[in-house]
């Protein structure tokens, strides 16, 4: 079967950092992906990773370990609109992605 | 930019009833996808659709659920006969190979009364 973890929340202040984990055990790996969600509307894609090491993307960066079966999401500089669930996603096998619960990011002033 | 599109934004129904959410995906994408999110559960696979037919499906994808590309643009999802648990915002999302990243469309959400 296919587990993906996350935490479910966290709060952060504008202008800080925050990572969001996620561990995840599945028969397989073609990849990790990380989505973007705020209430109400659809996942829009931050970041892919499927070998090791760190992808970054201007505010966002992405690290894999596939060892480990582990990744984060680091959001610098954090900005209101920042505020929304954090998904991750695990491609496994095929092309189905298998998605963690979301971790919700709540940005104070 | 390029994007998904879902047609109706909210669809209301009547338990039994048959419903049909429309998507068109982008347009020089190949692989097509339905997803589920029940509110405040986790995004769910449905099903997976290449070069017309199905590549895979998961176990929510009964028979009471069928795919369809109509014509060269559209990609339907029917759910022959909805139970209240199918209630859910149903996203369509496609790729441009099957290893690239999924874009989603912006949701319709189906309340079965």
């Known amino acids: 079967g296919q587990n993906i973890d996350q935490p479910t929340e966290m709060t952060a202040t504008e202008g800080a950092i925050v990572q969001i984990n996620c561990t995840y055990q599945t028969s397989g790996f073609n990849g990790l992906f990380w989505y973007q969600q705020h209430a109400g509307e659809a996942p829009t894609f931050l970041s892919y990773?499927?070998?090791?090491g760190l992808e970054e993307k201007g505010r966002f960066s992405s690290f894999l370990s596939r060892s480990k079966g582990y990744s984060y999401l680091l959001l610098k500089e954090l900005q209101m609109k920042d505020s929304a669930s954090y998904l991750c996603a695990v491609k496994a096998a095929g092309n189905k992605l298998t998605f963690g619960g979301g971790t919700r990011v709540l940005v104070k002033p | 930019e390029p994007e998904v599109t879902q047609t109706p934004s909210h669809q209301v129904t009547q338990m039994g009833q048959e419903v049909i959410l429309r998507c068109v995906p982008i347009?020089?994408?190949?692989?097509f996808y339905w997803y589920r999110q029940i509110l405040g559960q986790k995004v769910e696979f449905l099903v997976s659709f290449y070069n017309n037919e199905i590549s895979e499906k998961s176990e929510i994808f009964d028979d009471q659920f069928s795919v369809e590309r109509p014509d060269g643009s559209n990609f339907t999802l029917k759910i022959r006969s909805t139970k209240l648990e199918d209630s859910a915002m149903y996203f369509c999302?496609?790729?441009?190979?099957?290893?690239?990243?999924?874009?989603f469309g912006p949701g319709t959400r189906l309340t079965v009364l």
């Open positions: 347009s020089n994408h190949l692989y």
């Open positions: 999302a496609s790729s441009e190979m099957g290893y690239n990243e999924q874009f």
């Open positions: 990773n499927v070998l090791d």
